[in-house]
T-cell receptor, first 115, second 115 residues
């Protein structure tokens, strides 16, 4: 158990809909990262928050947004869903704002299926 | 952007050594990582190597880094059936417009250990 909790574990929704994925980082970790793992794109970095502020942005679509709350949990909002958004969405957390020798701990992921 | 490549599949017999290879493009990468993903689980950091090192050994794991060829390998000695998983090579992005804190992952190598 990495200590990172993601809910829900599975989500099935229709095209055009909006969903919210939730992540609770490890106790004490201030950084939260979101990744998308799909068959055709592999594992892609989406966005990072550190202590409530956006820290780094990757290949995140404009239809997607995220935030980190004062209690440090984070939510990833996906809207106007398309079939191609079906993927496994991982959240990771780390103690520091900058990855190096600091380990990022991954949650088990939320499997999103868009039908 | 950064490009990290791995072969997709590797099969070995139990007790043999496994060697998983990875090539990357960003010569300024300071940290390179190996993650393991077991079915239904998140990614678990196995080991990392700093770019000024050529080799790092950690119990059954040996990481070799050839900076000139931008080649990273993970050797698992005495491979066990419990080592069957997907292994991801990752590099930490350099300081650019996307920030220093995203990891760029390879496609993953599915290791199958045959009893």
């Amino acid at each position: 158990d990495s200590g990172v909790t993601q809910t829900p574990k599975h989500l099935i929704t229709a095209t055009g809909q909006r969903v919210t994925l939730r992540c609770s980082p490890r106790s004490g970790d201030l950084s939260v990262y979101w990744y998308q793992q799909s068959l055709d794109q592999g594992l892609q970095f989406l966005i990072q928050y550190y202590n409530g502020e956006e820290r780094a942005k990757g290949n995140i679509l404009e239809r997607f947004s995220a935030q980190q709350f004062p209690d440090l949990h984070s939510e990833l909002n996906l809207s106007s869903l398309e079939l191609g958004d079906s993927a496994l969405y991982f959240c990771a957390s780390s103690a520091s704002p900058d990855l190096g020798s600091t380990e990022a701990f991954f949650g088990q992921g939320t499997r999103l299926t868009v039908v | 952007g950064e490009d990290v490549e791995q072969s997709l599949f590797l099969s070995v017999r139990e007790g043999d050594s496994s060697v998983i290879n990875c090539t990357y493009t960003d010569s300024s990468s300071t940290y390179l990582y190996w993650y393991k993903q077991e079915p239904g689980a998140g990614l678990q950091l196995l080991t990392y190597i700093f770019s000024n090192m050529d080799m790092k050994q950690d119990q059954r794991l040996t990481v070799l880094l050839n900076k000139k060829d931008k080649h990273l390998s993970l050797r698992i000695a005495d491979t066990q059936t419990g080592d069957s998983a997907i292994y991801f090579c990752a590099e930490r992005g350099s300081f650019d417009q996307t920030g220093a804190n995203n990891l760029f992952f390879g496609t993953g190598t599915r290791l199958t250990v045959i009893p």
